[in-house]
């Protein structure tokens, strides 16, 4: 059976059958966004990778037992479980994550681009590290909205059960860090590409 045309559902349900391969292919499916949404919170690619593991052997002990009833959501629930994770190492280590990269990596090297020229390579990463240097500067909590929204593509109901408030103050949070962006676009007169 060719497991790339499954559902998420109908590949864990192979993957209980004994189907190493479709469990292959769920984490090939959505490795990209739950490592980038690790990443973006523990600002380490080493504690990432460990994160990202971490993750997988929760979920392979979760399914296994029995306990996964979040039938179509499993992207959702993946990330719920990787931000977890990530909580739990933040409050370990007692320390502020940053949006902004580190040299060696950059989160738009992990998204697939069509090809582009010199200029525009050089034109995109400028704007990336303006924004990246921009979301660094909000407040925590509208941060962790911005990240949560836009890099792990959640919906605003997800982020509202994840960091366990109202959907009105997940969205009132996008919407005060859209505001001191732009204001701080302003203050600094600077212009998009």
């Known amino acids: 059976m060719q497991v790339i045309n499954l559902s998420d559902q109908a590949l864990i349900d192979q993957y209980l059958q004994g189907s190493e391969s479709a469990f292959a292919e769920l984490i090939r499916r959505h490795q990209q966004k739950i490592y980038t949404s690790i990443y973006l919170f523990v600002k380490d690619r080493e504690?990432?990778?460990?994160?990202?593991?971490?993750?997988f052997i929760k979920?392979?002990?979760?399914?296994?037992?029995?306990?996964?009833?979040?039938?179509?959501?499993?992207s959702q629930w993946a990330i719920r479980i990787a931000y977890n994770m990530c909580v739990?190492?933040?409050?370990?280590?007692?320390?502020?994550?940053?949006?902004?990269?580190?040299d060696d990596f950059d989160i738009f090297d992990v998204l697939e681009l069509p090809d582009e020229n010199r200029e525009d390579q050089l034109i995109r990463s400028e704007t990336h590290d303006?924004?990246?240097?921009?979301?660094?500067?909000?407040?925590?909590?509208?941060?962790?909205?911005?990240?949560?929204?836009?890099?792990?593509?959640?919906?605003f109901k997800d982020i509202a059960l994840l960091t366990r408030v109202s959907i009105n103050t997940a969205l009132g949070r996008m919407?005060?860090?859209?505001?001191?962006?732009?204001?701080?676009?302003?203050e600094r007169s600077m212009v998009l590409q």
């Open 47 to 55: 504690a990432a990778e460990d994160l990202f593991q971490d993750v």
């Open 59 to 74: 979920i392979i002990d979760t399914l296994r037992k029995g306990n996964y009833n979040h039938e179509g959501k499993f």
């Open 88 to 102: 739990d190492q933040f409050r370990r280590n007692k320390r502020r994550t940053k949006v902004s990269g580190g």
């Open 130 to 155: 303006r924004i990246k240097q921009l979301v660094d500067s909000l407040p925590e909590e509208q941060r962790e909205v911005v990240i949560l929204r836009h890099y792990a593509d959640m919906s």
């Open 175 to 186: 919407r005060y860090a859209l505001i001191n962006i732009r204001k701080m676009m302003e």
